[in-house]
């Protein structure tokens, strides 16, 4: 079942210790297919090194479990939030990665200081409040999705949409970003590190420093995206 879905996703999941951003299992990728409603995700606690396209778990968005011989991620009520409220999501990453992870420990949003991140988000990229004890005894994966979904419908009506900037802080606890595909999810989470070290960076620099101007942030953010993007080939 989702043969190519399987393996694109197993292939997403291998990107994450190739490119620094896990420590052993700490991480997992999944990607939707919505003609069917359902999606696959990387089994839990299972070593990077001896995942096959077989042991991604296909899921449905009540959260139940399809096709699959493991439990899937402990995310996933996290991940079936995040896909039923946005349809525009495609594929989904968690990770801890040192500097966004650190930042989210510190119950922090990331600022725009420079034209790198408002290159790939646009602008600040956001931290969700932290869980309440009731929230986590009650359902803790699914009310972080829940969370961080309440957030977004929060941006959405001022205007952000959901893919302009693909990336969440959940306080306290670990990033996730999203794209159009696992594999465009995955790129997010490298850009999103990359981003959260500038910032760090930029403040023991520079403990006054201000974001970038917005004029400059909406520069850099539509020559990449939209009907007027200029950057690169046609």
Not at 173 to 195: D, I, Q, S
Request: aromatic content about 10%.
């Amino acid at each position: 079942m989702l043969e190519e879905l399987k393996r694109e996703v197993w292939e997403a999941n291998l990107e994450l210790p190739k490119r620094g951003l896990i420590t052993y299992t700490w991480g997992n990728v999944s990607g939707i297919d919505r003609s069917t409603g359902l999606f696959a995700i990387k089994p839990s606690g299972v070593e990077y090194d001896s995942l096959t396209p077989e042991d991604m778990v296909i899921v449905d968005l009540q959260g139940n479990v399809v096709e699959g011989k493991y439990r899937p991620s402990s995310d996933t009520a996290t991940h079936v939030v995040l896909y039923r409220d946005f349809p525009q999501i495609g594929g989904i990453v968690h990770t801890h990665s040192v500097w966004a992870a650190s930042w989210a420990q510190a119950a922090r949003s990331i600022p725009c200081y420079g034209t790198t991140q408002a290159d790939y988000f646009f602008g600040e990229i956001p931290c969700a409040r932290p869980l309440t004890h009731e929230e986590i005894e009650e359902a803790y994966e699914r009310n972080t999705g829940v969370v961080m979904s309440d957030l977004l419908k929060e941006r959405a009506a001022k205007g952000i949409d959901v893919l302009a900037v693909p990336a969440m802080l959940c306080a306290h606890h670990g990033p996730f970003t999203w794209g159009e595909n696992a594999a465009k999810a995955v790129y997010n989470a490298v850009v999103l590190e990359e981003v959260a070290k500038m910032a760090a960076n930029t403040e023991s620099i520079n403990p006054k420093c201000l974001p970038a101007p917005q004029y400059m942030i909406d520069k850099h953010y539509y020559r990449k995206h939209g009907p007027g993007a200029y950057y690169g080939q046609k």
